[in-house]
Structure formats: structure tokens, C-alpha cells
């Protein structure tokens, strides 16, 4: 079984930084995809930014030279540093795992006030 938990949600004005953490525990494979999706009100979630265990990333174009993804050394560990944000980046966000199926966090709220 696979858990993770993530942190660093709150309130920011707009122009403010944020950084979010994922902590992944449990029978954790070498080979996976880590990431984050948001889903804002009345919104389909949507994909944020994901990093593979080769450290390739992907971002949305909404987020690209914003936001930066990275993964912690021990690789069960994956972050969302996300500057210069908007009231539009507002929403909740859920920190994913894909090996072999996919796994999903609680999710954090992020608010970006204008």
C-alpha cells in the first residue's frame, strides 16, 4: 500500500511564492512518475507539473517558468516550488504517484488573493 501526504498549502497574495511537499511512504518502486494536479471550483483537475525517477519534467504551459518540480534524493519525496503566483493558480492541490496504478494524496489548498 502507497501513501502520500502532502503540506504547504495556504493563503498567498498575488507575486508570492509557495512551495509544496509530498512525502511518499509504503512499497515504493524504483520506476514511478511523481506529480501534481489542481482542481479549481467547477474545474476538471487538470496536470500541474510531473517529474519522472530520471528527473524529466513536464509541465502545464499555465505554470511553465513559474513553477519547479524536483524530487527529494531518496526519490519518495517530490516538490512544488511555485513563484510569481496568480488568482488563478488558486485551487486544491493533489500530489500523485503512477506505478503501475495511481495514487493520489488528500490534497492542499492553495489560495492566491489579487
Known amino acids: 500500500q502507497v501513501q502520500l501526504v502532502e503540506s504547504g498549502g495556504g493563503l498567498v497574495q498575488a507575486g508570492g511564492s509557495l512551495r509544496l511537499s509530498c512525502a511518499a511512504s509504503g512499497s515504493i518502486f524504483s520506476l514511478n512518475v511523481m506529480g501534481w494536479y489542481r482542481q479549481a471550483p467547477g474545474k476538471q483537475r487538470e496536470l500541474v507539473a510531473s517529474?519522472?525517477?530520471?528527473?524529466?519534467?513536464k509541465y502545464a504551459e499555465s505554470v511553465q517558468g513559474r513553477f519547479t518540480i524536483s524530487r527529494g534524493n531518496a526519490g519518495n519525496t517530490v516538490y512544488l516550488q511555485m513563484n510569481s503566483l496568480k488568482p488563478e493558480d488558486t485551487a486544491i492541490y493533489y500530489c500523485n504517484l503512477f506505478q503501475v496504478k495511481e495514487y493520489w494524496g488528500q490534497g492542499t489548498q492553495v489560495t492566491v488573493s489579487s
Open positions: 517529474i519522472t525517477n530520471g528527473a524529466r519534467t
